[in-house]
């Protein structure tokens, strides 16, 4: 199992915009969803963004409107555009990727939006 690969991330004033990148290996008709969650200090991890194999999407209330993630099957890459950033929106994000049986975690990516 090998852990996908996550790039992006950092440091933006709010309003700022950033883009996350998720490659995760194996064969493109093995995975399932792909997708990001966020855990911030002290907080449980939670759902940011997921997109199936298909293409159908699910997005927390808290990001619709401002987030979009997308996918390449061909590369078995994710993507999630992130505008109108908020100091809320800081946290670490933890890309994931949803094989028969198991799900694969990134690394995590921190996000940090300031005032």
């Known amino acids: 199992q090998v852990r996908p690969a996550e790039s992006g991330g950092g440091l933006v004033q709010a309003g700022g915009s950033l883009r996350l990148s998720c490659a995760a290996s194996?064969?493109?008709?093995?995975?399932?969803?792909m997708g990001w969650y966020r855990q911030a200090p002290g907080q449980q991890r939670v759902l940011v963004a997921t997109?199936?194999?298909?293409?159908?999407?699910k997005y927390a209330e808290s990001v619709k409107g401002r987030f979009t993630i997308s996918r390449d099957n061909a590369k078995n890459t994710v993507y999630l555009q992130m505008n109108s950033l908020k100091p809320e929106d800081t946290a670490a994000y933890y890309c994931?990727?949803?094989?028969?049986?198991?799900?694969?975690w990134g690394q995590g990516n921190q996000v940090t939006v300031s005032s």
């Open positions: 997109i199936t194999r298909g293409g159908s999407t």
């Open positions: 994931h990727a949803d094989f028969p049986g198991f799900t694969s």
């Open positions: 194996g064969s493109a008709f093995s995975i399932n969803d």
